[in-house]
């Protein structure tokens, strides 16, 4: 079982979107069977059954075992991933494009920078996994308390001028057998508590008013 599923298939994020089958998938991290999910989450064991074979038909669950009960068979099944993440390539027609507004103060223009990311991503993480290759990536993730905004933005230069000079020196554009690398540098505020957020997607955000 992986750490972090990918769910690039409209169907597959469809189906577990569903709040039953998500909280089978929840409830799979261990391995199960129709009727100990039944058990587990009040349904019958013919409804585990039928949300179980919907599951496994998008490969979100995997057979682990069968266990022979007198004249039956128990299916023994386990999630494919701890949890998982949806990629914009499942909504492919509307999946959002960092190129077609390039805005480095802009909140939205990050979102869609951070989604460009979760796709490709994914869909390495897809091909390496295919393919039984370690995906060579590397990550950083820190938090930074400014006393000032104008504190804010001189981290923000110094960011980007020391990130320049590390691209300048080792971006090699002649490298025979070279690969590119996409570099993302993120900053945003942190989330210290929960935040009154509206369903409505009406509403314009501050940025845009």
């Known amino acids: 079982m992986f750490e972090v599923g990918v769910i690039d298939d409209p169907a597959a994020a469809e189906?577990?979107?569903d709040p039953v089958r998500a909280r089978l998938l929840a409830a799979l991290?261990?391995?199960?069977?129709a009727s100990s999910l039944a058990a587990q989450t009040g349904l019958t064991r013919q409804k585990a059954n039928y949300h179980l074979k919907e599951l496994e038909k998008h490969r979100l669950v995997e057979l682990v075992e069968?266990?022979?009960k007198g004249n039956c068979t128990e299916r023994v099944f386990q999630a494919t991933a701890a949890s998982y993440v949806i990629t914009p390539a499942a909504l492919s027609a509307v999946a959002p494009d960092p190129s077609r507004a390039p805005d480095q103060l802009s909140a939205r223009w990050l979102l869609a920078v951070a989604a460009r990311l979760v796709r490709e991503v994914g869909d390495l993480?897809?091909?390496?996994?295919?393919?039984?290759?370690?995906?060579?990536?590397?990550?950083i993730d820190g938090e930074v308390r400014f006393a000032t905004a104008a504190d804010?933005?001189?981290?923000?230069?110094?960011?980007?001028?020391?990130?320049?000079?590390l691209i300048r020196k080792h971006h090699n554009e002649a490298a025979a057998g070279g690969r590119p690398h996409r570099l993302i540098v993120g900053l945003h505020p942190s989330i210290t508590k929960p935040l009154n957020t509206k369903?409505?997607?009406?509403?314009?955000?501050?940025?845009?008013?």
């Open 15 to 17: 189906v577990s979107l």
């Open 29 to 33: 991290a261990e391995p199960g069977s």
């Open 66 to 68: 069968e266990r022979r």
């Open 125 to 139: 993480i897809t091909a390496a996994t295919s393919a039984q290759q370690r995906l060579a990536t590397y990550g």
């Open 152 to 165: 804010r933005a001189a981290f923000a230069g110094e960011l980007q001028d020391a990130v320049a000079d």
């Open 199 to 209: 369903p409505s997607s009406a509403t314009p955000s501050t940025e845009e008013r």
